[in-house]
């Protein structure tokens, strides 16, 4: 299995500022994925986050407003960018074991956009 | 596209009963895997069980199996022996075998599962 810490566990901003996730794993590991999860709704890839690669984004995402870092093999960060209350959400960083099948989360950030 | 439709909003059971989540999906895929997740109040998303689809066999782990219908495309899930701390949102989700962004999962809405005591 993988430990995932993710920081800030929660968070309150203003609109218009920029938040900044990180994502640490206790291991190395080839994709990192971050994900949505809108209050009362099911989870939505935001992107696919490859070490020394850009990240590769989902219909409806764009890099301006979620800028993704993956600098090493054991974190990434995400950016919420210009941030408006519709980007209030739960913000889950997701890794996958080399070799694995299986997905492990991190307890996710909870987000909300006053 | 893939797609997981998860039919029942919520669901409740008493303790130490049984009951049964429902979790259909759709993929023109012959080979893959699918997943139901448990995620309490705390947000943490938890693997309950894993189902490969080259697999006839149903998974189990200790009180929960799945009864996966292939050609129905069909996962369903079910808890044995009900316990309080079962109570959480429950997701199915799919994933393809395949590599690169094929790795992510697609996710099913959601079944509120609420466990009387």
């Known amino acids: 299995s993988a430990v995932i810490s993710q920081k800030p566990s929660r968070d309150i901003c203003q609109r218009g500022t920029s938040l900044t996730i990180q994502c640490q794993v206790d291991s190395q590991v080839t994709m990192m994925f971050w994900y949505r999860q809108q209050p009362g709704q099911s989870l939505t890839l935001i992107a696919t986050?490859?070490?020394?690669?850009?990240?590769?984004?989902e219909s409806g995402f764009v890099i301006d407003k979620f800028p993704i870092s993956r600098p090493n093999l054991t974190f990434s960060t995400l950016t919420v960018s210009n941030m408006s209350p519709e980007d209030s959400s739960i913000y889950l960083c997701?890794?996958?074991?080399?070799?694995?099948?299986?997905?492990?989360f991190g307890q996710g950030t909870r987000l909300t956009v006053v | 596209a893939q797609t997981v439709t998860q039919s029942q909003p919520e669901m409740s059971v008493q303790e130490a009963e049984t009951v049964t989540l429902s979790c259909t999906y759709d993929?023109?895929?012959?080979?893959?895997?699918l997943f139901w997740y448990k995620q309490p109040p705390s947000r943490q998303m938890i693997l309950v069980i894993r189902q490969e689809a080259y697999k006839q066999q149903n998974a189990t782990e200790n009180r929960f199996s799945v009864n996966f219908q292939k050609a129905a495309k069909s996962f369903s899930l079910k808890i044995s022996d009900s316990q309080l701390g079962d109570a959480a949102m429950y997701f199915c989700a799919y994933r393809s075998s395949g590599g690169g962004s094929n790795y992510k999962l697609t996710f099913g809405k959601g079944t509120l599962l609420t466990v009387n005591p």
């Open positions: 997701s890794v996958d074991l080399p070799l694995g099948t299986e997905a492990f």
């Open positions: 993929t023109s895929e012959s080979d893959y895997y």
């Open positions: 986050a490859n070490q020394g690669s850009e990240a590769t984004y």
